[in-house]
């Protein structure tokens, strides 16, 4: 196959991908031929053929003089592409399928969680044994649509520790941080509404913004957070409804904000209208608390989410989401419209195993575990060749760049077939500009097999 044709093909694919995606939807103008072959690095006549050729195939039609547009009707909804199992390697929800794999035998350093017993396994069990003895309605009924009150009252409080003031009636409970993003996307966003993402970032929110037929634009990640330049851009240019961020131990780079950065990333928001959700779920990971957005803010134009499933239990499912309280109704009515009533009992056990007397040394514990590991990993990846881009204060995650010229997606199948599960770069990447990087998570890098299988893979490369 020739070099044009490849480009050619891969035209197409974005397109076909984005049309799958519901990107765009019936109907929709197609970019134009010179913002395309901007989009997608080739000529503009690479661009002409690709478009010509899916017209041929009636997926678009050309008007003339207006451009080229989506046929219909609306193609089922596909999060992922469908092809060769290759293509997947750097799919957020094929890394997701892989991690979540219950075979015992997979080691897996590029997962987003603390391994099984590192968890709070103690005080759930304490808290089963109490919540079992409790009123029969904690047992069977639901909860109350805002969500079960002793645990917003609990999360007030603990919100309240890093600044964030906000009411019980401000905050809702969700059964997930997952579930909460994807509730406020419902509640905010509209057909071609333009999101801002980290980029890198968490590769979930891809994939969920994915099940949003939305514009999705990556904001250039640095070191001291979002390039505030190319952000400023970015809102002149598309009027981004959303921005989905981290401020407190970024996934995948741990980085964490300054004063000075959440104060000017706050003023061009408010300027240009722009609403942010702020990810806080690693907030017990911390040694130094960053600033939080939310708390600079005052909940006006910043929502925050959390959840306490990488501290205390993943099988214990419950989120929050704190919000001004008009926003905070209406996604209560949105809550009960797709989930009708959440249950109380996730929640009360959470709430006993987060306030009995063990949770802050199992903190603690955890704390110290995680910094001995992040530099048992840094002296094992730096025998590899493998670099920190950053190294955080606190966290589990390690964003690293790979030896010259080794492709992140190539190892991670390499790697794969000896059982070990890696988290590629542009799985994090929206503009695919990471394929040089990994994400480690250095609780989940105990094993020096990972080293001797990336080191015999990186041989081969």
């Not at 995606?21 to 053929?49: H, N």
């Not at 678009?60 to 469908?82: D, E, H, K, S, Y």
């Not at 293509?87 to 890394?95: Q, T």
């Not at 990971?285 to 957005?293: D, G, I, K, V």
């Amino acid at each position: 196959m020739s070099r044009s044709h490849t480009r050619i093909a891969t035209v197409m694919e974005q397109v076909q991908t984005q049309i799958a995606a519901r990107a765009y939807l019936p109907g929709a103008r197609l970019p134009s031929v010179r913002q395309q072959a901007l989009l997608s690095g080739v000529s503009v006549s690479t661009v002409v053929e690709a478009y010509e050729r899916l017209a041929a195939q009636n997926v678009i039609a050309a008007r003339p003089g207006a451009g080229f547009f989506v046929c219909g009707p609306a193609a089922p909804l596909a999060l992922t592409r469908q092809g060769l199992d290759t293509e997947r390697e750097v799919d957020p929800l094929w890394i997701s399928r892989q991690a979540l794999e219950a075979d015992p035998h997979l080691l897996k350093p590029g997962c987003g969680w603390l391994p099984s017993s590192w968890m709070y396994e103690e005080g759930v069990r304490r808290a089963m044994r109490t919540a079992s003895r409790g009123e029969s309605a904690l047992l069977t009924d639901y909860a109350s649509p805002y969500g079960y009150a002793e645990m917003r009252q609990f999360i007030a409080r603990r919100l309240a520790k890093t600044g964030v003031q906000a009411a019980t009636d401000q905050i809702l409970l969700t059964e997930s941080g997952t579930q909460a993003i994807d509730l406020i996307c419902r509640f905010l966003l509209r057909p071609g509404d333009c999101v801002l993402v980290d980029d890198p970032c968490y590769f979930n929110f891809h994939a969920l913004l994915r099940a949003h037929p939305v514009n999705v634009i990556g904001v250039p990640f640095t070191p001291k957070g979002p390039d505030l330049t190319a952000f400023a851009h970015l809102l002149q240019t598309h009027a981004p409804r959303l921005y989905i961020t981290n401020s407190g131990i970024h996934n995948p780079t741990g980085v964490s904000l300054s004063p000075v950065v959440t104060h000017q990333l706050l003023a061009l928001a408010e300027a240009a209208g722009l609403i942010i959700v702020e990810d806080d779920i690693f907030a017990d990971f911390e040694t130094s608390p960053a600033p939080r957005l939310a708390a600079y803010d005052g909940l006006r134009n910043v929502m925050q989410i959390g959840s306490f499933s990488k501290t205390v239990s993943a099988s214990v499912r419950c989120g929050y989401i704190a919000a001004r309280g008009e926003w905070a109704e209406s996604l209560v009515d949105l809550k009960i419209a797709t989930s009708f009533g959440g249950g109380q009992l996730a929640s009360a056990l959470l709430l006993g195993a987060l306030t009995g007397s063990g949770y802050r040394r199992h903190m603690e514990s955890v704390r110290l575990r995680l910094g001995v590991a992040m530099q048992s990993t840094l002296e094992k990846l730096a025998g590899l060749a493998i670099t920190p881009w950053h190294t955080p204060q606190a966290g589990m995650f390690l964003w690293c760049r790979l030896p010259q010229g080794v492709d992140a997606a190539a190892l991670s199948r390499a790697c794969l077939k000896e059982g070990v599960v890696l988290a590629p770069g542009n799985a994090f990447s929206e503009s695919g500009s990471a394929s040089a990087f990994l994400r480690f998570n250095v609780s989940q890098c105990n094993d020096e097999h990972i080293f001797t299988v990336i080191k015999r893979a990186l041989a081969t490369r």
